[in-house]
């Protein structure tokens, strides 16, 4: 990671930059607030000089031998830094570092954090290669709490007295969060569609990911089905029981959220496992193929495009169609779309 290339960030609704001397002001309106600072670990500023301080610092951080970086937290509609976040203490054989934040009073409630703190975690993982970042949060600082609960971050424990501010001694609450323990199993072409849904939902539900598919095995119908989604009337879908273990995948199972795409890979919705069955082809019924939705919705119509399907599926893997070939058969809900 050179020192000499700030890592710009982007995600649907912020940016991710370098803090620049023009912060300043906007730094002071944050770290002079008592109240914002109250759980912060550091004393309110008393003065513009030292919010200028402030910018040099998180300059100076990226001239280290193990750089920190400390983005400032801009909304895409309305120019400004309205908080900021870093990644800092880096120890670099340890894969390890420490995650800070945080944001101005006007712009808590929205989502914010969350959305910049999956962009830093993500770029940490990655650039910087860590295992285990690392944050510390006063034990009444409920908001911060929560956003890292959120995240996935695990509480390891209380440390006594770790932080001095205020005149006083703090015991902080020790959370980590380890890569196995992140994604991104969310490829990156619906990454930012689905950063959108997390936003929306306030949760991190990357570890209920399951795929980013379309479907079918051609354009026309890919696109055609996903219509169909869209628009309420397919609620379901059959896949050959043969098929995941041929690709190396796990078949689908009930809470798991799935990115539904076109044919050219761009998202269109997410929809969530709610039931899956494996029965022969030749037992699943005409409340199956209605709940799929397509065609007419009857018996009929489901067996004969299935076959056809099946038998291309078949042909892909090295197997052969039989009536008794496995169908696994999931019913789905659509959990948020564009």
């Not at 006007?106 to 650039?127: K, R, S, T, V």
């Not at 950063?195 to 026309?220: K, T």
Request: with cysteine; aromatic share 10%; proline share 6%.
């Amino acid at each position: 990671m050179p020192a000499s290339a700030f890592p710009v960030l982007e995600t649907p609704r912020l940016l991710l930059r370098e803090i620049v001397p023009a912060d300043a002001p906007a730094l002071f309106a944050i770290h002079g607030d008592a109240d914002l600072m109250r759980w912060f670990g550091n004393d309110p500023l008393r003065d513009l000089a030292g919010a200028q301080g402030l910018v040099s610092l998180f300059a100076g951080w990226r001239q280290l031998p193990n750089p920190g970086v400390r983005w400032a937290i801009e909304a895409r509609d309305r120019p400004g830094l309205v908080g900021s976040c870093g990644l800092f203490a880096w120890h670099r054989s340890w894969r390890k570092c420490t995650l800070g934040y945080e944001l101005a009073a006007g712009a808590q409630g929205q989502g914010y954090m969350h959305e910049a703190l999956g962009a830093a975690i993500d770029w940490g993982f990655e650039a910087m290669e860590l295992n285990r970042i690392e944050a510390q949060v006063h034990p009444d600082n409920a908001a911060s709490l929560r956003s890292l609960r959120r995240l996935g971050f695990a509480e390891e424990g209380r440390l006594r007295q770790l932080g001095f501010w205020g005149g006083t001694f703090h015991d902080m609450l020790q959370f980590s969060l380890l890569r196995g323990d992140w994604r991104h199993p969310v490829p990156q072409g619906v990454r930012a569609f689905w950063m959108e849904f997390e936003a929306v939902a306030g949760v991190a539900a990357r570890a209920r990911f399951h795929e980013a598919f379309h479907f079918d095995d051609n354009e026309a119908s890919a696109n055609a089905l996903a219509a169909l989604v869209l628009a309420g009337r397919k609620r379901a879908t059959a896949g050959l029981g043969w098929a995941p273990a041929a690709g190396g995948k796990r078949p689908p199972q009930p809470g798991d959220l799935s990115v539904v795409t076109d044919w050219h890979g761009d998202p269109l919705c997410i929809i969530e496992t709610r039931s899956v069955e494996t029965l022969p082809y030749r037992e699943v019924d005409a409340e199956f193929a209605a709940t799929e939705g397509e065609g007419d919705g009857s018996l009929r119509h489901w067996r004969e495009v299935h076959w056809a399907y099946f038998e291309r599926e078949c042909a892909r893997i090295g197997r052969q169609p039989a009536p008794d070939m496995p169908v696994v058969c999931e019913r789905f809900e659509v959990v948020y779309r564009k």
